[in-house]
């Protein structure tokens, strides 16, 4: 493995190790769990639910077989691996009020192994369309495939957030810098939104860069750029949004945030579900201050691109191909003794799991009912 590991793209001294470092298969599993850690609090920094609010929702997830005595009709008449692609067809608003007609439709869905794999580990987005009524946009199919894909969509770092307006994966950077993940209010100019994908924000705990949590009452609705400009010209001249009549809104950064959930990703060949990790030993020398032994490397350079390496969330595999040349990770690996004991130095932040403070439980995003 580590012999296949390409070379960083530009090589940092004291940084980066000399030469790719060896170990074997038996071990990966040991050095991600003493050199790697999940970042929790991008998971904390979207929409995200406190456990306590899954209960009420549980039946979702209790796909326990029954027998039912109800039929579908004359639906039952076709075959049942039509139905099934009908049902993989429905969007997740449709699925959800069809799942509760009879037992018979539950059954139905409960069966379905995308279904399954969806609500066991994919609930926070399950809860998240539900809850911001975002759920018609989305069909069962396309939720499970982007569940089994796990690569931004626009850069190739692991997509540990999908975006519920564009439903795609976006990573941490991406979702702060890329342009098209904007998401801009729709009610300032009695825009007939509802009319066009949207959705209605939730109150909660947000943080926009990760060092400050603040809470948002507002609930307002949010749609895409164009969809927006589409809604405007329905009602009023196209000429108006070329010429500049319809009045865009300052973007508040919070909005992305409040448009995004994370989310894991799962391989259907193994029936594993990873959810993106980062590197120990990159924040043990972003903590000490050390970005390399070369002095005619501009520090100031340098110290940014350590930030980007600690905020950098990799599969396990990419975690591999980084580990084998991160100087710092083989350094814990090290003095771990092979992973019997834990290294002293190990930051604070990968022993605290993920995040810089613990968060208060009244400041979770609220449990928003469903309106249908
Ligand atoms: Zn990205
Ligand atoms: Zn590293």
């Not at 038996?26 to 003493?34: C, E, F, P, T």
């Not at 794999?117 to 199919?141: G, K, M, P, W, Y």
């Not at 729709?186 to 959705?199: A, F, H, V």
Request: one cysteine or more; proline letters at 5%; aromatic letters at 12%.
């Amino acid at each position: 493995m580590s012999q296949e590991a390409p070379p960083p793209k530009r090589r940092i001294t004291g940084y980066h190790s000399e030469a790719p470092y060896s170990f074997n298969d038996s071990q990966v599993d040991d050095i991600v769990r003493v050199c790697s850690y999940h970042r929790r609090d991008h998971d904390y920094s979207v929409i995200w639910f406190h456990p306590s609010t899954h209960t009420p929702v549980g039946n979702l997830c209790d796909c326990k077989p029954r027998e039912s005595n109800f039929t579908l009709g004359t639906i039952e008449k076709l075959p049942v691996e039509l139905i099934q692609q009908i049902v993989l067809g429905l969007d997740i608003e449709s699925l959800f009020r069809f799942r509760q007609t009879c037992s018979r439709a539950r059954e139905l869905i409960d069966n379905l192994h995308e279904y399954r794999a969806i609500t066991s580990h994919a609930l926070n987005t399950f809860l998240a369309l539900l809850r911001t009524e975002s759920a018609s946009q989305v069909s069962l199919l396309r939720f499970y495939q982007l569940l089994c894909f796990n690569e931004c969509a626009f850069c190739p770092s692991f997509g540990n957030f999908v975006h519920l307006l564009r439903w795609c994966r976006c990573c941490y950077d991406c979702l702060i810098l890329s342009g098209y993940v904007t998401a801009l209010p729709s009610n300032l100019q009695n825009i007939p939104i509802r009319s066009l994908p949207y959705l209605e924000t939730l109150p909660g705990l947000y943080s926009t860069n990760l060092l400050e949590e603040n809470p948002y009452t507002e609930r307002t609705l949010l749609a895409t750029p164009e969809n927006i400009a589409t809604a405007y010209q329905q009602q009023n001249a196209e000429e108006d949004v070329i010429g500049g009549r319809l009045e865009w809104p300052k973007e508040k950064r919070v909005w992305r945030f409040m448009a995004c959930c994370a989310i894991l990703s799962f391989d259907p060949k193994t029936n594993k579900v990873e959810s993106g990790i980062s590197c120990s030993g990159c924040e043990l020398a972003f903590d000490e201050g050390h970005f390399s032994d070369d002095k005619d490397q501009d520090e100031e350079e340098l110290a940014q691109e350590v930030v980007g390496y600690c905020n950098k969330v990799y599969s396990t595999t990419s975690y591999l191909e980084h580990f084998a040349w991160c100087h710092h990770a083989q350094a814990l690996w090290i003095a771990s003794s092979s992973e019997s004991v834990r290294p002293a130095n190990l930051p604070q932040m990968c022993q605290d799991g993920g995040f810089l403070r613990a968060r208060d439980q009244d400041f979770w995003v609220s449990a928003v009912p469903y309106k249908f």
